[in-house]
């Protein structure tokens, strides 16, 4: 499991980590042990949790040795030390997971690789949840910007300005999804009176990409991994408390390998 | 684009702005889907470890809480 590599890094934010799965205790010891899984796995053999939670996937087709058996979708909550579900990550696709590490840069966490680019008046730090990433995985793009003091780039929504907006070019390798945007905050001009959404300061835009199980496999042909490209364009505009320059774009790109498996 | 505006902007000399939190939501995790919600407390639930020992949301937590994850089998 992916999130074997990730739980320290919950731990240091002081966050407990723990997975349930529907097997026998001896079954998850066997496979603990194996795989040097330092985390608690608690086993559900009778499927009384998922069933409390109301997370059977009555849709799933068993085959083999799970025939009969009540089985979970893949879901991770994130909650407060209340007992306090804060979010909630689910992919309704069986093929489809989550990366742990996406979990972890949505709370913050810095990315790995990526570039930097020096735009007029702010600096932006791109990079990615993951390097590796394998068919079914979701896992999450990162841009950290940084913007002059009293420089403001505009939010989705804003009218008579280029809002902030990450668009990717379309490539059967990947299926994207929406971009989260932090909460925008409320800017008065008063020459123009005019009230409109902006973000300042240092802020973060996340954009999380799935990687299709049509679009990869094929390429598994001959080679166990291959290095791929998200690409695509960021359009914004930034405007000081005394100047408005006018709307610009920024070409970006991720790369990361994706491989048949990963650990 | 509103090209007066923008000119104007250019034009204006020292303007101040304020800023203030926008009363939107934040962006967070999508919440559709099956089991519980975001914001509802989560269910209590115990079950033991691969070294048997008996689990609940109290001895897995940590100061700032838990992350909890439910997968079908031991190997996806």
Known sequence: ?263 | MKNRALLLAVALVQCKGSAAPLASPAASASDSGPGPSVGAPLPPFEAPDQDGKTRTFETLRGPNGLLLNFNRSVVW
Request: charged letters at 25%; a neutral charge.
């Open chain 1, 1 to 263: 499991m992916e999130l074997a590599g990730q739980a320290e890094s919950f731990r240091k934010r002081g966050i407990g980590v723990a997975s349930v799965i529907p097997e026998p205790v001896a079954t998850i010891k066997e496979f603990a042990t194996g795989h040097g899984v330092a985390y608690p796995v608690l086993s559900d053999a009778d499927a009384a949790i998922i069933r409390r939670f109301g997370l059977v996937d009555h849709g799933f087709h068993a085959t083999g040795d799970l025939v009969g058996k009540d089985i979970p979708y893949a879901a991770t909550f994130l909650v407060d030390e209340h007992g306090v579900i804060r979010e909630k990550f689910f992919e309704a696709a069986a093929e489809n997971r989550r990366t742990t590490a996406s979990i972890l840069v949505l709370q913050g966490a810095p990315g790995t690789g990526g570039q930097e680019v020096r735009g007029g008046h702010f600096t932006l730090r791109t990079s990615s949840s993951n390097a590796e990433v394998a068919p079914g995985q979701r896992f999450t793009l990162v841009l950290d910007f940084e913007l002059e003091p009293k420089h403001h780039a505009y939010a989705p929504g804003v009218k008579g300005y280029r809002p902030l907006e990450l668009q990717l070019d379309p490539d059967p390798l990947f299926e994207v999804h929406d971009t989260r945007y932090p909460p925008a905050r409320t800017y008065y001009f008063a020459p123009l009176k005019e009230t409109v959404p902006v973000f300042e300061g240092k802020f973060r835009l996340t954009r999380d990409v799935t990687v299709t199980l049509p679009g990869a496999l094929p390429r598994f042909k001959d080679v166990e991994e291959f290095p791929a490209t998200v690409s695509g364009t960021l359009r914004y505009q930034i405007c000081s408390d005394v100047v408005c320059y006018p709307p610009a774009t920024q070409p970006l790109r991720w790369t990361v390998r994706i491989r048949k498996w990963v650990r």
